[in-house]
């Protein structure tokens, strides 16, 4: 009898998510994708939230990705989609308790992404201190450019990080501004998770949140890694 390579399966499993690579024909499989909240102190101020407590880490699954290029649903249930753009460590690597100073070896590369959420239900979640899930985590919640690889564009302390939309600026900043430096982040989260290669994290969002409407374009760029380039869809029925 001929052997069918799904018959394991109840059903095919999903393909896997990956990302392109900057300069090279293979692509980064995803493995998980960690998030850090409230990494820059005018994001905080502007949300209204505590200064002096650490930032905290949620995840999104590898499926939320959206490609660069792409159209994303603009979502249910929601009437107040913001957008949040910030850097992407893409890790090599892992493993539980790394050093801060071993962090970067870990780190194969650097993306553009967007932490989009539904504000609205975040809130609601937040003031009930239920998980954000909902708000946070939604299907094509991630969009994610390509990955730079350290090799080719370093490691990244410093630099323009940039929001537009409809050609518009509404974030501006510079990753020196990050409360939680990226060897800090790494190794705090390793505290928690044993990270893993695949494993993508997000570093945080400057401040100048706010929403997107079906139609809206979204360019996130950030220095020496081109830009991102994102089309809101429409509401998803
Ligand atoms: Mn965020």
């Known amino acids: 009898m001929p052997t069918d390579a799904c018959s394991d399966y109840l059903f095919p499993p999903p393909h896997p998510v990956s990302l392109p690579i900057v300069g090279q024909p293979q692509r980064f499989p995803v493995r998980r ?26 995840m999104k699954p590898a499926q939320t990705i959206v490609q660069d290029g792409s159209t994303m649903a603009y979502g249910t249930l929601t009437e107040n989609l913001h957008y949040e753009l910030e850097l992407a460590l893409a890790l090599q690597s892992g493993g539980y308790n790394i050093d801060e100073g071993k962090a970067l ?7 553009i992404a967007l932490d989009m959420t539904k504000r609205d239900i975040q809130d609601k979640l937040k003031k009930h201190g239920h998980p954000w899930e909902a708000g946070k985590s939604f ?29 518009e600026i509404r974030q501006d900043s510079n990753l020196d501004m990050l409360i939680w430096k990226i060897p800090q982040i790494v190794a705090e989260l390793s505290r ?19 929403p997107v409407l079906p139609g809206d374009v979204m360019e996130g760029s950030i220095d020496r890694l081109g830009s991102l380039n994102i089309t809101v869809g429409p509401r998803v029925a």
Do not use: M, W
Request: proline share 7%.
């Open 33 to 58: 994708i960690f998030c850090v909240g409230r990494n820059y102190l005018e994001h905080i101020r502007e949300l209204g939230n505590d200064e002096k407590q650490p930032p905290v880490f949620f």
């Open 105 to 111: 070896q870990h780190i194969y590369g650097y993306a």
């Open 139 to 167: 299907d094509a919640s991630c969009p994610c450019g390509p990955i730079h690889p350290a090799q080719a564009v370093g490691h990244l302390e410093s630099g323009r990080i940039c929001l537009k939309v409809n050609g």
């Open 192 to 210: 928690y998770f044993e990270l893993q290669a695949g494993d993508l994290i997000l570093t945080g969002t400057p401040k100048g949140v706010g």
